[in-house]
């Protein structure tokens, strides 16, 4: 018999740590212009306005810095360093797992955050390459199995800083290639790092339009995710300005478990979010995800498949069983991998679509729920990581 494990309860009642209000007083970051933005500023410094075009398009390659842009002029090169953040991240450091998996960690050049760490993750398999991306520094949220959770809340990234995470890792992706067996370019993109990207909405459905666009990244919304715990008005704007794929952190489909695992549940219960769910816009032959961390004894049991059985809409949604990626001080222990396949099991066996996904980059701290942007951390050489990356001084 197994022993009874503590877990965390529910505690206070606020769902979301307060926000510091961010005031923009720094530089406009050039990942975040479109082109009509650009050209204005060009012509306004003298310049034809096809030179946006041509800034645009070393931009769209990965190239930030305006000294690599080599069909613009000197002039122009110094007009943009002056006046726009070309650069609104720098790259620290890059680890790289034995699967392929590249884990990256930025730091933030804004005045009022500088220093300040994000990270961001390349994912690659035979046919796809997909890019997860942060939109804060930490997390608005206090999920108590997630390791971002840990650090607490300290900025939003802008739509910029968001961009800026896929560019620089499409330059690093052209730099060095991975083996022919993986995909070296960029076709996906999952808002699933570091932070809430529903408590960012601004900067985060601006970043969304960027890429989508035919003068940026060009990417099909088809090929975006969103993932949330479940903010439901945020949720139902997504649907309304740019219906990407919907992603929810479930975990438990039982309101007095999801209060303590995913907190926001205590403002938005899984009633309200069943409702929003199924109004949320969803294409043919496409369906919204839920993940769905198997934690031993805390969310496994057979009252909370039932439960999750009772939850989802087979017609519009599959479950996504994810391992419980471990972290040092971690209150909570995975389920054992046979346990997942019966829980999967059970639930394809209700004609229900489920997978046991497969748990990548955890060698370098890059799997689901496993990242934390720690500055001492950061600091000291993992023996399994790549630690040849660039270190680049800072602006």
């Not at 993940?291 to 087979?314: G, H, K, M, T, W």
Request: proline share 5%.
């Amino acid at each position: 018999m197994k022993q009874a494990v503590n877990y965390p309860q529910a505690g206070a009642s606020a769902t979301i740590r307060p926000m510091n209000a961010d005031t923009r007083t720094d530089k406009p970051q050039l990942p975040e212009l479109q082109l009509k933005d650009l050209q204005n500023l060009i012509q306004q410094w003298g310049q034809p306005r096809f030179r946006a075009k041509q800034v645009l398009d070393w931009c769209n390659k990965g190239v930030l810095k305006p000294g690599e842009m080599k069909n613009i002029s000197a002039g122009l090169r110094n007009t943009l360093n002056a006046e726009l953040c070309c650069e609104p991240l720098q790259l620290i450091r890059r680890e790289c797992s034995t699967d392929g998996t590249r884990k990256y960690v930025f730091a933030l050049k804004r005045k009022r955050f500088a220093g300040k760490m994000i990270e961001s993750v390349f994912i690659p398999e035979e046919k796809r390459g997909t890019v997860c991306i942060s939109s804060q520094v930490g997390c608005v949220l206090d999920c108590p199995f997630c390791h971002t959770g840990t650090q607490g809340f300290e900025a939003n990234l802008t739509a910029g800083e968001i961009i800026a995470q896929v560019l620089a890792i499409k330059a690093d992706l052209r730099a060095e290639p991975l083996p022919d067996e993986l995909h070296s370019d960029i076709t996906h993109i999952v808002y699933m790092g570091m932070g809430e990207p529903m408590a960012n909405e601004a900067a985060v459905f601006d970043s969304i339009g960027l890429l989508m666009h035919e003068n940026g990244l060009n990417i099909s919304r088809r090929r975006i995710t969103v993932s949330t715990s479940g903010l439901i008005p945020q949720i139902q704007r997504l649907g309304d300005i740019h219906p990407v794929n919907l992603a929810i952190s479930l975990h438990s489909a039982m309101d007095d478990k999801r209060d303590t695992l995913v907190p926001i549940n205590r403002k938005y219960p899984l009633a309200d979010l069943r409702r929003c769910l199924d109004a949320y816009p969803v294409g043919k032959q496409r369906h919204i995800t839920l993940e769905y961390v198997l934690l031993d004894q805390a969310n496994d049991q057979d009252e909370d498949l039932q439960a999750l059985i009772r939850f989802v809409n087979p017609e519009r949604e599959r479950i996504n069983l994810i391992q419980f990626n471990p972290y040092p001080g971690s209150p909570y222990t995975g389920t054992s991998r046979q346990h997942m396949k019966e829980f999967a099991q059970h639930l394809i066996s209700k004609g229900i679509r489920a997978t046991v996904r497969r748990s990548r980059g955890d060698d370098i701290m890059a799997a689901c729920g496993q990242l934390k942007a720690d500055t001492k951390a950061d600091t000291k050489a993992d023996t399994k990581a790549d630690t040849r990356a660039d270190i680049k001084g800072s602006s």
